[in-house]
């Protein structure tokens, strides 16, 4: 229990700490304390008084824990590279030694659960290159010892039994500040690369949810979330949301009705390359009636309308009406499509969704057009893409199994077989302003008795949402930005405790500027994987990587390297 409270406790304080830094920023060293006597100062102090009450809530409820599984971790990293720097010319070598100690928490009690994951990576550079080395090209961060957060954690709590509950998350990542600037390789660390910054992203949700009567539930939740980067070339965010729900049915079995109302409101705040005059809050506010039909277990149609009221593309409020329609196709226990089309102020938007798993296999595909104000990664707690995989696939062929039983097997088919967790190809960028986003995704996971198979296609389109003034970011390079890439990994089982890999991947970049270069990153992978004992793992391998484009990215850095690298790693679970 008092390692549970703890972790709640840290993750509400470091959300308080990144709000009430902010609100010192806002007004110039005014301490945040003061900013509560004053109604009209803004969101963020609403946010901070809201975190605070919710941590006090959560210290005085009593949790009762009861599985739990802690897990420290340790692996060593060797990577000798050839081009540490990732630059064009004047390659730099360097051999890199990664220290990572970590800690995994996944348990849940009967009030209570979490997941947390955290590494913390010191890198060592033999040799390294200090800033005051005359030899190194401009924009080139140093290769000194340096060192790396990792963290991905979700946490629930259920305060009052089928009423409230608290849900707080928190993520630490490498996210890149251009889309044209430089891609480091696949699932490494060593490089030094200035195109991207560590990222954290927090946030706590309390909300309620029960019954009305006998055939209506309703739901009432708020967010709030706090985003920041150790780069001054982006804005650190702050969002407050805001959801209400009543879901209920008829006298008619077959038709049911939904009834929702949203408020989001995002505050990007000034860094060193803005001022507060060139701050902008957007607030977008939605209500929303929907009709429900099952025709049959197998299919079910929607029908909805509402309103939407946003300052996105305006400085001032604009109102306009929303109408769509959506249906859900489920022709049996293996197969679901589902998909909405929504007409708003930007246009048409839609939430596509198939999956269809076969015995040993699980193919989906994902297709979206919305507003977006952060790349996929920040604030994801998500296993990752293969993760899911391989979960679905082994879960369906293990009926029996208990998710832990599962999870666990799954962890050691990926680390087994050399294959990540996470097969995303597009990691996406940070900007200063939220963002009209087009995407599609389709995988394949094949998992055979020796063979194992991954493949991830990514395409995402944006384009800014209104303008700016005084703001750099890629957008202001190009109004639409593209970003297409694919990777395979095909794994083979050498024996019973060995695996050999191999990974292809390619990251093309596009302005649909004219003259703008555009960007095109290749890797190739191959990895050997051995198990030493039942919790140490050993590996090796070796990639070459290409990068092609001339581009000058928003944050003053060309984009073309070669890399040839040669690494080895050891790590063990306590």
């Known amino acids: 229990m008092a390692t549970v409270m703890a972790m709640a406790t840290a993750m509400v304080q470091m959300v308080l700490e990144q709000v009430g830094r902010r609100a010192c920023a806002e007004n110039q060293g005014v301490c945040p304390a003061k900013r509560f006597r004053d109604r009209s100062t803004g969101r963020s102090c609403q946010a901070s008084v809201s975190l605070l009450g919710f941590s006090l809530l959560c210290m005085g409820v009593p949790v009762h824990a009861e599985n739990w599984r802690i897990t420290p971790t340790l692996a060593v990293t060797e990577t000798l590279t050839d081009n540490v720097f990732l630059t064009a010319s004047d390659k730099k070598h360097s051999l890199v030694t990664a220290i990572t100690p970590g800690i995994s928490i996944d348990g849940k009690g009967a009030r209570t659960s ?12 033999s040799p390294g290159y200090s800033n005051s080395d005359t030899d190194r090209l401009p924009g080139q961060k140093s290769a000194s010892n340096s060192h790396q957060n990792a963290l991905t954690a979700v946490g629930m709590l259920e305060a009052i039994e089928d009423w409230l509950f608290i849900e707080a998350t928190g993520t630490i990542s490498q996210q890149y500040l251009s889309a044209f600037g430089t891609v480091s390789p696949s699932n490494s660390n060593a490089n030094v690369n200035n195109n991207q910054t560590e990222t954290s992203s927090y946030s706590i949700s309390p909300y309620i949810k029960g019954r009305l009567f006998s055939s209506t539930e309703y739901l009432l939740s708020y967010r709030a979330t706090v985003t920041s980067s150790q780069s001054g070339l982006v804005s650190d965010t702050t969002a407050n ?4 729900k009543l879901n209920g049915s008829t006298r008619w079995s077959a038709l049911g009705w939904a009834l929702d109302a949203s408020r989001l409101t995002n505050n990007y705040q000034a860094n060193r390359l803005t001022n507060n005059a060139q701050r902008r809050d957007y607030e977008n506010t939605k209500y929303q009636l929907s009709l429900l039909y099952r025709f049959n277990p197998q299919i079910q149609v929607s029908m909805f309308g509402g309103q939407e009221s946003q300052n996105y593309v305006s400085l001032n409020q604009e109102t306009h009406t929303t109408h769509g329609f959506g249906f859900v196709w489920t022709p049996s226990p293996r197969t679901e499509l589902s998909a909405t089309n929504n007409k708003r102020f930007f246009g048409n938007g839609y939430d596509v969704k198939f999956h269809h798993r076969m015995p040993r296999s699980l193919i989906t595909y994902t297709a979206s ?17 293969n993760y899911d995989a391989y979960y679905a696939i082994i879960a369906a062929n293990n009926p029996g199994a208990s998710p832990e039983a599962i999870r666990t097997q799954v962890s050691q088919v990926l680390q087994d077989s ?23 995704q389709l995988s394949l996971a094949l998992l055979g008795v020796r063979n194992s198979v991954t493949l991830n296609a990514t395409e995402s389109k944006q384009q800014p949402l209104g303008l700016v003034n005084g703001v750099t970011d890629d957008f202001s390079l190009a109004n639409q930005i593209t970003q297409r890439g694919f990777g395979i990994i095909w794994s083979h089982q050498l024996s019973g405790l060995s695996s050999l890999s191999l990974s292809l991947n390619q990251q093309h970049s596009i302005s649909a500027r004219s003259g703008q270069s555009d960007t095109r990153t290749q890797g190739a992978y191959l990895l050997l994987t051995t198990r030493i004992s039942p919790k140490t793992q050993a590996n090796i391998g070796a990639r070459r990587v290409v990068s092609d484009g001339v581009t000058i990215s928003s944050g003053g850095v060309g984009t073309s390297y070669t890399e040839n690298a040669l690494t080895g790693a050891l790590s063990h679970s306590f």
């Open 418 to 440: 050399g294959i990540p967790a996470d097969g995303s190809v597009v990691n996406g960028f940070l900007t200063n302003r939220p963002s009209l986003q087009e995407s599609q």
């Open 241 to 244: 949301e805001w959801l209400g």
């Open 369 to 385: 057009r919305n507003i977006s104000s952060h790349p996929p990664g920040v604030g994801n707690t998500g296993q990752g893409s």
């Open 114 to 125: 979490l997941r947390l994951s955290y590494t913390l990576t010191g890198q060592f550079y």
